[in-house]
């Protein structure tokens, strides 16, 4: 580990990343259940915050409000690369294919892989397309309410405020 940490140290000099920061990156994992790789396409600002929308597939964006001081320390710009972390029981579940009236920023359609119910919580699996899922932990007499399973339509929507931006 020393000789790689010595290795990378002239080469992040001015960047701002340390080697051991580098390298613990890809060492870290998280309790999000959801994580989504992609490009961040813009970056909208006001004073305090700013929305930082993120495709994770052609069609596909996720939006994300952080605060201008962490669009600072991550180097966040269009055009870098992304990692999108959403707690699963921040996502909320519509059944069928039509945007509800809500004020969510993001809601992302897809179609039911699975739907596991316990005897007190549910876990929805969407298959969003691109290979990608989402999940969410909703209570076991929603799913059931709302006749959740395999196959049928559904939308996942969640605030910007819950999603959490990580960066290689």
Do not use: Y
């Amino acid at each position: 580990m020393s000789r790689l940490v010595r290795t990378l140290e002239p080469e992040l000099a001015g960047t701002g990343i340390s080697p051991l920061n580098l390298v613990s990156g890809f060492l870290m994992r998280t309790s999000a259940r959801n994580a989504l790789r992609g490009t961040i396409t813009a970056i909208a600002q006001d004073a305090i915050t700013a929305d930082v929308a993120v495709e994770i597939a052609p069609d596909t964006t996720v939006h994300a409000l952080v605060t201008n001081e962490s669009v600072r320390e991550l180097g966040l710009v269009a055009g870098r690369q992304a990692v999108v972390l959403i707690k699963a029981p921040f996502v909320i579940i519509a059944p069928g294919s039509e945007r509800p009236r809500t004020s969510m920023r993001n809601c992302l359609g897809g179609i039911v892989d699975r739907c596991e119910i316990s005897a007190v919580n549910a876990e929805v699996v969407l298959d969003i397309g691109g290979g990608r899922t989402i999940a969410a932990t909703i209570t076991a007499h929603s799913a059931k309410a709302m006749g959740l399973e395999a196959g049928r339509p559904a939308l996942a929507l969640f605030e910007a405020a819950h999603v959490i931006i990580a960066i290689d």
